[in-house]
């Protein structure tokens, strides 16, 4: 079975129990909704989506669906056409949930089901067109869950969904070899349910544990009352056409381009008429647990599980060899070099103390008579002989032991490189309380928008830890001014995060999708950062500065800086980048698959394996480290001092790795096409391999500065 969200049954019983005692106090899938008899059950429209597309639209909006009549639900506060309050995860994602004039009993079968008679004029048709030859799809909800397409295994061995349906299909003429488009303008609704739990059922309750819908396309031939005669049998579908008037001689005269027909079509105030119906079926389904409704929507457990195993497998492999290569070089190598260097240091005690002695008897001697040459030449030659053993042992201390005056500078701009580990522990901590809630079974696909809105808290809380680190860290590069790094650590990463999302924002909002955030969203997010994370990280920062101060080096550092000598080609700064950057890039490239998708790939699907996703970040984390640590001591061993960047660097450089993956991955997985949604693409990529390269390269940092002064501490070079 693989590692997902999904509770015990009695912990989600439990938990149902207590909340039951509050009517208004719910939590998506945890407390369980019963209906009765003929109740009526609401049915929401959401949204469009394609896999062809980053461009989302509200289908409430739509001109070619059913305008809401802003009718009542069957005696209850729900009026067709309102739209639902929802939290800021799902305005993030382009949810716009709104109430239907869809009618829904439980246990109420209808045949068919009159809706409306939906006029559009060519614009709308235009509209409609490229909604299908794009491939979206729409969303409905009923109960919290998605409405599905249902699909059967290729050995017919199981039965799994794919949130949505698709809005309608294209195929070509047979006699003039044209594409035509026809729209689904019927939908057989089907509903799974089964007895409720506990007393609820008693009382004759039941839960709904599946949503189907299933399309047609159905001409306006032989209808009655609005529905076709026999729904199950279809003659034509419902062909979104309409003659064209244009004049094509009258533009383009001298061109060889002939562009289609309606897009020169003159709106002369024609209207075609698209009728839409529905059937409602409801059936029993003992089969499927209620706490368990939502593992239909996970495409391939069994085989996916396999694949994650091995990719895990993977990881750990790459991951054992590493702690070998940074066991060989703490234990042997470095250990080594400490005995050594001490001994030397001895040694050269010995012998400076012996000169010292040496040096109190030769003026002596010469003071008594200046005829003793022979003891004059005697007593130099034995000065001589020790200042030459001492410039031979300290000709044995090489490498990385000669830098103990100088491996602690200050590193240039080291008033950016504090902001930039503040924003990475404050990306850690969102990081690693996502992971954890995600695995508890507290974030999941029912929690609609739950994820993306827990990982804004998260990240606006995390304000004290990106402070405080900042802060110190600021402190210990000798800086003096900390309110100036209390700013730009609040503003630095945050900043560029909003103004891109705000730039971006204006490309989406031009073209009416349902991505484009609200005025009062990007308020409300603009107030989370003004009002509540920037005193967070003022906190932070002053606990971090004033407080607990700097961190102590256990060497001192010389006024004049050492010469760097030249470097081999693999330790110049890119190069050493894109090659550590590999390991840990091949430790996420398969779970990366899955990830990307679920994102690009797959949006009818859901990403659904965080405890998979768990511990390949754990391995992630510790190959990052042994990565810096076996990189930190070749470059000091090549009496490089320069690692403050460069550790920083390391750690982080598989995010370059993974943005030229993203490159590959548009190109030869993806069939997205136009210029807005490619940006949303490669805007999206770049700033989540900015979150991953600022995550990756605090922890390499931390686990540079940890090494470099351990070792350092343990020589006592002062």
């Not at 026999?230 to 005269?253: D, F, Q, W």
């Not at 091995?310 to 940074?326: C, G, P």
């Not at 909003?498 to 009416?512: D, E, H, P, R, Y």
């Not at 609200?518 to 308020?523: M, R």
């Amino acid at each position: 079975m693989p590692l997902d969200y999904r509770l015990p049954l009695r912990f989600v019983t439990l938990m149902s129990f207590l909340l039951t005692t509050s009517q208004a106090f719910y939590i998506p899938g945890w407390s369980i909704k019963s209906y009765k008899a003929d109740e009526v059950i609401p049915l929401f429209v959401n949204k469009v989506f394609s896999d062809n597309t980053q461009l989302q639209y509200a289908y409430n909006e739509l001109p070619f669906v059913c305008t809401p009549s802003g009718h009542r639900r069957g005696g209850s506060s729900l009026v067709s056409g309102h739209s639902i309050s929802l939290n800021l995860g799902e305005v993030l994602r382009g949810d716009r949930i709104v109430i239907s004039d869809y009618e829904l009993q439980m246990g109420k079968d209808d045949e068919c089901h009159f809706l409306c008679n939906q006029e559009i004029d060519r614009k709308g048709v235009r509209r409609a067109r490229r909604l299908v030859e794009n491939g979206y799809m729409a969303e409905w909800i009923v109960d919290n869950l998605p409405g599905a397409t249902s699909f059967v295994t290729v050995d017919k061995s199981r039965k799994y969904y794919a949130a949505g349906f698709k809005m309608g299909y294209k195929d070509y003429s047979p006699s003039t070899g044209k594409p035509r488009y026809f729209i689904n303008n019927h939908a057989t609704i089907v509903l799974r349910y089964r007895r409720a739990p506990g007393k609820e059922g008693n009382e004759g309750g039941k839960v709904i544990v599946g949503f189907e819908v299933y399309t047609k396309s159905i001409g306006n031939e032989d209808r009655e009352s609005g529905c076709p005669s026999n729904v199950r049998h279809i003659s034509s579908g419902m062909e979104l056409y309409m003659a064209s008037n244009a004049t094509r001689e009258s533009k383009y005269p001298h061109s060889s381009y002939q562009p289609p027909e309606e897009e020169e079509d003159i709106e002369d105030g024609a209207t075609m008429t698209i009728p839409y119906t529905y059937s409602v079926f409801f059936r029993e389904d003992e089969k499927t647990e209620w706490a368990n409704r939502w593992d239909l929507y996970f495409v391939n457990q069994e085989g996916s599980s396999k694949i994650h195993w091995l990719a895990i497998l993977n990881s750990v492999i790459i991951a054992i060899f590493l702690t070998a290569v940074v066991g060989v070089i703490l234990a042997r190598t470095i250990r080594g070099d400490i005995k050594g260097f001490k001994d030397t240091v001895a040694e050269e005690g010995k012998l400076r103390a012996r000169g010292r002695r040496t040096g109190t008897r030769s003026p002596r001697y010469s003071d008594k008579s200046t005829s003793n040459g022979l003891l004059e030449q005697a007593g130099d030659a034995e000065n001589d002989a020790d200042v030459s053993s001492d410039e031979e042992i300290l000709d044995d201390v090489t490498g990385w032991k000669l830098l103990h005056g100088d491996v602690f500078r200050t590193p240039p701009y080291g008033g950016l490189l504090a902001p930039l580990i503040g924003s990475g522990m404050q990306l850690l901590f969102m990081v690693i309380g996502l992971l954890i809630l995600s695995c508890l079974g507290i974030l999941n696909p029912s929690f609609r928008g739950g994820f993306v809105s827990v990982g804004v808290g998260l990240f606006i809380f995390a304000g004290l830890f990106s402070g405080y680190f900042s802060g110190r860290v600021y402190r210990t590069f000798g800086g003096q001014d900390w309110k100036k790094n209390t700013l730009l650590t609040a503003t630095l990463f945050p900043g560029l995060t909003f103004a891109m999302m705000f730039i971006l924002n204006l490309f989406v909002w031009a073209q009416a999708s349902s991505t484009a955030l609200p005025f009062s969203t990007l308020i409300a997010i603009a107030s989370l950062w003004l009002g509540i994370q920037v005193p967070l990280v003022y906190v932070g920062n002053y606990y971090g500065y004033s407080k607990t101060g700097a961190w102590e080096h256990p060497t001192k550092t010389n006024a004049i800086p050492r010469q760097v000598p030249i470097q081999p080609w693999y330790l110049q700064s890119w190069s050493c980048v894109m090659i550590a950057g590999m390991i840990p890039f091949a430790v996420i490239f398969v779970e990366l698959l899955f990830v990307f998708k679920s994102l690009w790939q797959d949006k009818s699907g859901y990403y659904y394996v965080f405890g998979f996703l768990a511990v390949v970040s754990i391995i992630l984390v510790l190959t990052v480290i042994e990565v810096t640590i076996v990189a930190t001591y070749i470059q000091l061993c090549c009496e490089n001092y320069n690692w403050w960047w460069q550790s920083f660097l390391v750690g982080g450089g598989s995010a370059v790795w993974v943005f030229l993956y993203c490159i590959f991955y548009y190109f030869t997985k993806l069939h997205i096409s136009g210029f807005i949604s490619s940006m949303l693409f490669f805007s999206y990529s770049f700033l989540a391999c900015a979150v991953y390269g600022l995550l990756t390269g605090t922890v390499g940092f931390l686990t540079a500065y940890a090494f470099v002064r351990r070792i350092y501490g343990a020589i006592k070079a002062d």
